[in-house]
C-alpha cells in the first residue's frame, strides 16, 4: 500500500460546468473533508502568465510559474472569470505545467482521513487509489447554459452563443491532449446531471460515495 492509500479520498472528474464543483463542495462539507478544485490551480498560472505578459503557449514559462504557485491566488476573484477558464485550457496542456501541479494535488490528496478533490484527471493519474471516483457530465448545451448565468451573474457580458463555443473548444482541448487526457477512470461511476438540478445530482453524488465507504468497510 502506497502512501496516501490511507486517506478516503473522493475523487470527482468531468468536463466544464457539469456540476462537479457545488458537489465536491458539498460532499466536502458532509464529511468534513477538506476540498480542493483543481482547476483553479491551472486558472491562477494562466492569469499569472497573462498578467505578466507572457504567452499561454509558452510551456517553459507556464511551468516556472506553476513551480512557485501561491495557493492564496486560488482566492482571486479572476481566477474564476471567462477568460481564466481559457487561459487554464491552454496552459492545461503543457506536460511541465502538469507535472509542477501534480505534487501539490497529490499532497493534498494524501491528508487523513481524507480530501474531496474536483478536476479532469484525479482518478486516472493524481489519485488513481482513490476509493470513491465519480464523472460528472452533462450535454454540452445544458453546461454551456449554465456557464452562461454564472458568468452572467458576475456581471460578465457574454452570449450564450460564445459560451457554448468556449465548453466545446475545451471539452476538445482537454479530451485530446497528450499528457493527462479528461477521461473517465474505468472504475468511476458516470453520474449525468443533464436532467438533475443540485439537489438531486449531490443526492446521486453522496450515494455513489456511501456505496465506496461501504465497501472499503467490508475490505
Known amino acids: 500500500m502506497t502512501a496516501g492509500q490511507n486517506a478516503f479520498v473522493i475523487a470527482v472528474d468531468g468536463p466544464a460546468a457539469s456540476g462537479k464543483g457545488t458537489i465536491a463542495t458539498r460532499l466536502g462539507a458532509l464529511y468534513g473533508y477538506p476540498v480542493l478544485d483543481s482547476g483553479l490551480l491551472y486558472r491562477a498560472v494562466g492569469v499569472q502568465l497573462l498578467e505578466a505578459g507572457g504567452d499561454l503557449d509558452d ?8 513551480s512557485k504557485l501561491d495557493p492564496a491566488r486560488l482566492e482571486d476573484p479572476e481566477v474564476r472569470t471567462r477568460r481564466a477558464g481559457e487561459a487554464a ?3 492545461a496542456a503543457h506536460t511541465p505545467v502538469r507535472a509542477a501541479l501534480r505534487d501539490f494535488q497529490q499532497r493534498f490528496a494524501r491528508q487523513v482521513p481524507g480530501a474531496v478533490i474536483d478536476g479532469r484527471d484525479i482518478g486516472t493519474v493524481i489519485a488513481p487509489w482513490a476509493p470513491a471516483k465519480m464523472f460528472v457530465t452533462a450535454t454540452p448545451r445544458v453546461r454551456a447554459d449554465r456557464r452562461w448565468r454564472q458568468l452572467s451573474a458576475q456581471g460578465e457580458a457574454v452570449s450564450y452563443e460564445d459560451v457554448l463555443a468556449d465548453i466545446l473548444l475545451r471539452d476538445q482541448r482537454d479530451s485530446g491532449r497528450a499528457d493527462s487526457p479528461m477521461v473517465a477512470a474505468p472504475d468511476a461511476v458516470l453520474l ?3 436532467e438533475m438540478d443540485i439537489d438531486r445530482a449531490f443526492d446521486a453524488a453522496r450515494r455513489i460515495v456511501e456505496t465506496a465507504r461501504a465497501r472499503q468497510d467490508q475490505s
Open 192 to 194: 449525468d446531471t443533464t
Open 89 to 91: 485550457s491552454r496552459v
Open 59 to 66: 510551456s517553459a514559462a507556464a511551468a516556472a510559474l506553476a
